[in-house]
């Protein structure tokens, strides 16, 4: 009958989530982690190779893209919400000391090295910076998900990764700030006061959103469970506390929607076990076997690696160089000087080179304030996809001796074991 | 950051699956199917009252409008696969007999008793055809979820109501080839040869489908699961497989999604105890606590109750106790003659009262075609969603005295066991 549009969009997804699982399992069976091969089929669908949503089957890949899009952003959401479930606030509180440094450091190390590596090639300082400032975001998604099928995302250093994202999350958007207010087109836009504004609001709403999760949204979870019968009611509930403060935390605090998302599920692990069991057994699926695969593959769906001009080939190798050394030495040097061992230090620096989808946004938001060039922002994607590909990789390595990893072989996995029930 | 659209789906999703779990709580208190409620609750947040996708903080609401409508179509096509889950072929062939005379008779009749209707309000007969075609529609999804509801889904009625909704499918959908071809703007399009061809192409497909869902379906799940350890990895595959199976009913069959979503459902239900747990686990959350209500409410935001032209009121009125009358009569009589009892017969019809999304789908369609304005299509409109919204309670009111149905009071409902592992 009528067909169109929605049956399209049934076939891409069942090819899409089709490739990730295939690919993740390609992944484990040579004993990395099923997110590597979830990105790499996402770059293999996406225009550097297949270029599925062009396929003559398709006849508006543009509502398509954007439609997979959406569901990829809830699947980062629901992620985020069920990292949150695994964490207690407390323990994030602990390694707060550790958190700013490192996040500092590791946002301002990579702005200030991208200057010198830019600018030679032929660009201003201000275009310089603005790379730069992309450089400095953190997408805490990968790694977060990298840990979690190692089983180690309740250690130090995963809670150390988490406060540390959430302090790298509020700089990155307050240096977007900053360099818009300042070096943007519109320089009139912003004073020092709106700038501090935007910083306080952040503040006031992270304050408020935690204070509502961790006291409220328990209780009222225990009142709706006893209010309601039906099984499914507790799940939906938690889906839509989870919607809500993510909606919340970007337009209300000016945080990205995923810090609103994983500060719920920080506050929902408070509720009875009971309650508990019942939202992560229906988010587990929702994410992992439909979500969150979308999400990973459409990172590799939205690039084209070949379109990008080979005299920026030099370009990108450098700045892909100094993106990953200066995040892993200043956020492990932070972390460092906050307490952590050399080790630990190590770990968790690995742990934030990851750009993702963070990276993406800011590298967008410059690109549509033309304060990027497309011939610029080609390398500065391939440098974000490449930074977000190799660290499941790369964070493997350095948890390989790590005593308390589950050791990833072909055999069950930990990503089951925390999959479980 | 950035903001916009995303954000945006958060907050409505939030908001709709928000009303849809107070809705389908306060049905329950009432005694009434959830799905009742969650009917209503879109009729309260579309267009006829709250008009929520209009509000000034959604700046796109053909975008998020769009976007809702694709989530709504991926839940009626996983509700349709859990439905299947639940059902075995050699049930659904042996009432092949009352789904063949049941589905025609509940086709022909609601169709040739709309003519002497409509005529009269100053249309041509070629217009009352188009409308009795509409209102030869049935929706299998509404019933469907209000008889697992009430656990009464695999009883003679919910198998016969099943096998006929599929009869009734194939039926409508060569009807609306039969007068778009004949009595349509562009009469040169069809010959009597392309109309067999459609029927020919749907048989083929129909059994095409069932064989590998029967045959390689299990076979190819009992492989996948002794190859893959990743838990949710069983549940990915039974998602793929029901979007690529709905995929291929429309594209390559011409017959409904959801038609090839409940094949795939019922080859899966074969396999071993262990995989169908895992499927299900996975299914009934992305469904119930996520996708279903956005489908049952999406019904009533794609409805303005409040633009139809007060002196249809009257042809809406005839319309809908025609179009619910000959329904039940004609299914009900079709399913006599095939072997049901008296009380089975008047059960199997009054479930086929629902038109719901199929007869939206014909309806639009004909709109599209310029075969019915819209003025003639508002009141359609209504007696469409009508039709939807009293089958749930009607469906109720006649298992009332069931033997095996279980009391839908306030405590504990069969909704709970039935979604229970």
Chains 1, 2 share one sequence.
Not at 54 to 75: R, V, Y
Not at 77 to 92: D, Q, S
Request: hydrophobic share 55%.
């Amino acid at each position: 009958m009528e067909g169109g549009s929605v049956v399209q969009l049934f076939l891409a997804l069942g090819l899409i989530i089709g490739a990730a699982q295939l690919a993740g399992s390609a992944a484990r069976s040579v004993g990395q982690p099923r997110v590597f091969g979830e990105l790499l089929a996402g770059v293999f669908l996406g225009p550097t190779l297949l270029n599925l949503l062009h396929w003559g089957i398709f006849d508006n890949p543009e509502m398509l893209g954007h439609t997979i899009k959406e569901l990829a952003e809830l699947g980062v959401l629901f992620l985020m919400f069920a990292v949150g479930l695994e964490v207690h606030l407390p323990e994030l509180l602990s390694v707060g000391k550790v958190a700013i440094l490192g996040g500092t450091l590791g946002a301002v190390l990579p702005l200030v090295a991208s200057i010198p590596i830019v600018a030679p090639f032929g660009y201003s300082v201000e275009t310089a910076i603005f790379v730069g400032v992309v450089m400095s975001a953190t997408s805490v998604s990968i790694s977060a998900q990298t840990l979690l099928e190692l089983g180690v995302l309740r250690t130090k250093e995963g809670v150390g990764l988490l406060a540390m994202a959430v302090a790298d999350d509020i700089l990155a958007i307050l240096l977007v700030s900053i360099v818009i207010a300042t070096l943007g087109p519109n320089t009139e836009a912003a004073s020092v006061g709106e700038l501090l504004w935007i910083f306080v609001r952040m503040m006031l709403y992270l304050a408020g959103a935690l204070l509502v999760a961790w006291f409220v949204l328990p209780r009222l979870f225990a009142w709706l469970h006893r209010r309601t019968q039906f099984t499914q009611s507790m799940a939906a509930f938690a889906l839509i506390a989870a919607l809500l403060f993510g909606w919340s935390a970007e337009v209300l605090g000016g945080v990205a929607a995923i810090t609103g998302a994983f500060i719920t599920g920080m506050g929902l692990s408070r509720t009875t076990e009971r309650i508990r069991h019942q939202i992560e057994n229906a988010v587990r699926p929702i994410s992992y076997s439909f979500l969150v695969p979308i999400f990973f593959v459409n990172v590799g769906l939205q690039t084209d690696l070949t379109s990008i001009g080979g005299d920026m080939i030099p370009l990108a190798i450098l700045l892909l160089v100094v993106a990953v050394v200066t995040k892993v030495v200043g956020c492990g040097f932070g972390a460092r000087l906050g307490g952590f061992t050399s080790g630990e230090s190590l770990r968790v620096g690995v742990c934030m080179i990851s750009r993702g989808e963070v990276g993406l946004i800011i590298a967008s938001l410059l690109l549509s304030a033309g304060m990027l060039e497309q011939r610029l922002f080609e390398p500065v994607f391939l440098v974000i996809l490449l930074t977000t590909v190799i660290t499941p990789p790369l964070v493997r390595l350095v948890f390989r001796n790590y005593p308390t990893a589950i050791d990833p072989g072909p055999p069950r996995t930990a990503r089951d074991t925390a999959a479980e029930v």
